[in-house]
C-alpha cells in the first residue's frame, strides 16, 4: 500500500511541476509581447496575475513535492564498527542476531566461548528503504571488520570433524586430490565409502588446516569408490566328458575328442574401491565362437586299482583295541570284535597276494595289494574265500572272521600299509 501511494504522490508531483514551468515559460512570452509601447498598460495587468498565479502553484507544488519524499524515508540504525561506519538496518534485532550467528558460529569450531573483537556504535538515521542492510550483508561487513575471521569450509567424516579449509573450492580440491590417487580418466561417479561433508562455517582463520598435512591424514582414512565401463575379449572354457566303458580295464584312459575354448566380446561395468575391483555387473555379451567339450573315455573294469578310500571292513563291530605300542612292541593295526562267521569285506579294490594261514600270529589271513601304494591286512579269520591272483573290488566278501593265530577271542585284525609301512587305519577311516 505504501509504494502505491508512493506511487501516485510523485506522479502527480510531477504533473504540478510541469505546470509551473508552462506557467514560467507564457509568463516570459507576455512579457515579451506586451513591452511593445501600444500593449505596455496592459502587459503590466497580465504580468502581475502570472506572478500571483505562479506563487500559488508554487505554494501548492512544494508540499506535495517534499511529503511524499518524506513518506519515503524509513527510521533505521547506523551501525559503526571501530568508529567506521558499516551501514544502516532497519530493525535493531538484526544486528544483535548478526552478532549472535557469528559469535556461536565461530565458538563452536574453536571449542569454547567467542567475543567479536569490534567495538559496535549505533546512531539513529533515516534511510530509503532499499538503503538497508539484510542481515547476510551486515554479517559479512561485520566478518570483514573483525580482521580476524572468515567463512572457513569445514570437512567432516562421518559425522566427525577432519580439518578446515580456507574455501569451499581448497575443500573440494583437496578431496579430488584424495579420488585422483584411485581413479583414472575413464571411471565414472567417484565418490567415498564414507559420508564426506564440507560446511561453510564463519571462524577464525588461524584454524586453517595445512593443506599438506590435512591431505597426508585424510587419504588413508578415505576409501574412494568409482565405476568404470570396460570392453574385453574372455575365453569360453570347455568342458570335460567322462564317457565310462565296462568293457576296458579300469587303467584305460584316452581322449576322443580334443576340448577348444571359445570367445566372446564382454562389456561389463566394474566397481572399485582404492582402485580394487570390488564388484563387476555384465552388461553385454557376445558370443564370437562357441566351446567345443573334451570328450574322455575310461574303463570300468575292475583290475584291482584302489580308489584311495577306504571303508570299515565289517559292518558291525566293537572297537577293542587301537594302532600303539603294547606288551614291549608295536600293534600294527586296529582289533575289531565280532562273533565267529561274520562276512569280512575288501576296504578298496584290490588284488590277492596273500591268502593262507600263518601258523601262528595273524592266523588265517588275507594281504590285498591296491596298486597305488596301499596295502591291506585281514588276520584272525576262520575260513579265507579268495585265493593269490583274484582281483576284487571294493566291498567284495574275502574272508568269514574267527579266532585263528595269536588271538584272545574272535576279532578281526586290520593294518593299513603305505609303501609297507604299517600306518595309524584311524587316519584313513572313521572307527566307532
Not at 79 to 90: D, I, M
Request: charged share 20%.
Amino acid at each position: 500500500m505504501r509504494n502505491l501511494l508512493s506511487f501516485f504522490a510523485g506522479l502527480f508531483s510531477g504533473l504540478l511541476f510541469a505546470l509551473v514551468r508552462a506557467i514560467l515559460l507564457l509568463d516570459r512570452l507576455i512579457c515579451w509581447f506586451w513591452d511593445l509601447p501600444c500593449w505596455a498598460a496592459l502587459a503590466r495587468v497580465c504580468r502581475a496575475a502570472a506572478k500571483r498565479r505562479a506563487v500559488c502553484a508554487a505554494a501548492v507544488f512544494l508540499p506535495v513535492f517534499f511529503v511524499p519524499s518524506a513518506l519515503l524515508l524509513h527510521s533505521g540504525t547506523l551501525v559503526l564498527a571501530n568508529g567506521r561506519p558499516l551501514g544502516l538496518v532497519e530493525e535493531a534485532d538484526t544486528l544483535s542476531a548478526a552478532v549472535a550467528e557469528i559469535e556461536q558460529s565461530a565458538g563452536a569450531l574453536a571449542g569454547g566461548e567467542y567475543t567479536l573483537p569490534v567495538c559496535i556504535e549505533t546512531k539513529p538515521s533515516y534511510a530509503l528503504e532499499d538503503q538497508f542492510l539484510t542481515g547476510d550483508t551486515l554479517k559479512a561487513e561485520l566478518i570483514d571488520a573483525s580482521g580476524e575471521l572468515d567463512t572457513l569450509a569445514v570437512i567432516s567424516v562421518d559425522g566427525e570433524q577432519a580439518g578446515v579449509c580456507r574455501s569451499a573450492d581448497e575443500a573440494q580440491a583437496l578431496l579430488d586430490r584424495v579420488k585422483a590417487q584411485y581413479t583414472t580418466a575413464t571411471d565414472e561417479d567417484a565418490d567415498f565409502l564414507q559420508e564426506v561433508r564440507v560446511d561453510n562455517v564463519v571462524a577464525q582463520t588461524s584454524l586453517v588446516s595445512d593443506f599438506g598435512a590435512l591431505y597426508s591424514t585424510l587419504s588413508p582414512r578415505l576409501d574412494v569408490t568409482a565405476t568404470r565401463s570396460v570392453t574385453y575379449t574372455e575365453e569360453i572354457p570347455y568342458e570335460t566328458i567322462t564317457r565310462e566303458n565296462d568293457q576296458l580295464d579300469q587303467t584305460y584312459r584316452a581322449t576322443v575328442q580334443e576340448g577348444c575354448a571359445g570367445e566372446a566380446v564382454v562389456t561389463a561395468e566394474i566397481e572399485t574401491v582404492d582402485g580394487q575391483e570390488h564388484g563387476r555387473t555384465i552388461l553385454a555379451r557376445t558370443v564370437l565362437s562357441d566351446a567345443r567339450n573334451e570328450i574322455v573315455e575310461v574303463g570300468t573294469r575292475n583290475v584291482g586299482i584302489g580308489t584311495g578310500e577306504f571303508s570299515v571292513p565289517l559292518t558291525s563291530y566293537t572297537f577293542t583295541s587301537a594302532f600303539k605300542w603294547r606288551w614291549g612292541r608295536l600293534h600294527g593295526g586296529v582289533d575289531l570284535a565280532v562273533g565267529e562267521g561274520t562276512p569280512v569285506y575288501a576296504a578298496d579294490n584290490g588284488k590277492v597276494i596273500v591268502a593262507e594261514d600263518s601258523g601262528n600270529g595273524y592266523g588265517n589271513y588275507i594281504i590285498l595289494d591296491h596298486q597305488n601304494g596301499f596295502k591291506t591286512l585281514y588276520g584272525h579269520n576262520s575260513e579265507l574265500l579268495v585265493s593269490v591272483g583274484d582281483v576284487v573290488a571294493k566291498g567284495d566278501r574275502i574272508a568269514l572272521s574267527g579266532n585263528t593265530g595269536n588271538s584272545t577271542g574272535p576279532h578281526l585284525h586290520f593294518e593299513i600299509q603305505v609303501n609297507d609301512e604299517k600306518v595309524d587305519p584311524q587316519q584313513y577311516l572313521t572307527l566307532s
